[in-house]
């Protein structure tokens, strides 16, 4: 490795990393709470997590009350990923969960109202593959993202799924020229060995010190390294809910394309 890069590892040594995305099996995804917080602990340099499952904070919850009874070296957030009328709407420091198909205006004042964070969700993701019994990977998109800005307080420009690098840039590009909000990576895991393959840097050790860096606009999205193992363990994983969708998609007609501005 050049010096530069070594320097640059050192730099960075003191700063926290955080992965906001994280689920469990109480929504889509294979582990269960006890198992991630083993993993985080046990096989990765992560100091903060939240547990952001798809429109519950069950997992989230107990997730609390392990770490009550176990003391760990990371802390935990809780958290949810909303789905809005519009989209994804990650929201973090929630004392409550916030009910799915509300519009995203009234999910950002309620994130608000409760103290949280909230972010936007692998923004520029949409899947055109139909299945209204599954939960699909649907961003906000620019047009409310640009529309709402005031009320969201980060954009994740590093969404770990393998398949998202464009819609990463996108996100990357609009939040750099226009938004100017803090910006977030996170792994979207569902497999165990997804966690922190994209983790969030800041100032700190603590979900204080990321709450603070967030609102100061203070935080870099990075990538971690994927292995071969974690990458054919993730496309195994995605065969049979990937199967389903194209199945009820070839009887029931592709999802509308929607209009946005990128």
Do not use: C
């Not at 420091?93 to 999910?107: G, S, W």
């Not at 640009?146 to 969404?159: D, S």
């Not at 983790?199 to 204080?208: A, D, I, N, Q, R």
């Amino acid at each position: 490795m050049e010096k530069h890069g070594l320097a640059k590892i050192e730099e960075w040594r003191h700063l926290g990393r955080a992965d906001l995305h994280i689920h469990s099996n109480f929504s889509d995804a294979r582990p269960s709470v006890e198992e991630i917080l083993e993993y985080v602990e046990n096989k990765t340099d992560l100091n903060v997590i939240a547990i952001s499952d798809h429109d519950t904070m069950e997992g989230a919850f107990l997730a609390k009350e392990l770490m009550a009874k176990k003391k760990y070296r990371f802390e935990l957030i809780l958290g949810e990923e909303v789905s809005s009328q519009e989209g994804h709407i990650l929201a973090l420091f929630l004392t409550k969960a916030i009910p799915k198909n509300l519009p995203a205006h009234e999910v950002l004042e309620e994130i608000n109202r409760q103290g949280g964070i909230a972010i936007a969700a692998h923004p520029f993701e949409r899947t055109r593959m139909n299945n209204s019994r599954m939960i699909v990977m649907d961003g906000i998109g620019a047009v409310t993202l640009i529309k709402e800005q005031r009320f969201f307080h980060a954009v994740e420009v590093v969404n770990a799924t393998p398949t998202l690098a464009d819609e990463n840039l996108r996100a990357s590009i609009l939040n750099k020229t226009l938004l100017g909000k803090a910006e977030t990576g996170s792994s979207d895991a569902h497999i165990l060995e997804a966690i922190g393959k994209g983790y969030t840097l800041f100032e700190g050790k603590t979900s204080e010190d990321l709450k603070q860096a967030i609102l100061d606009r203070q935080t870099r999205a990075m990538f971690g390294k994927w292995t071969l193992l974690a990458l054919i363990k993730y496309f195994f994983f995605f065969i049979p809910i990937g199967l389903r969708m194209l199945a009820n998609t070839v009887l029931h007609g592709r999802r509308p394309k929607r209009k946005d501005l990128i």
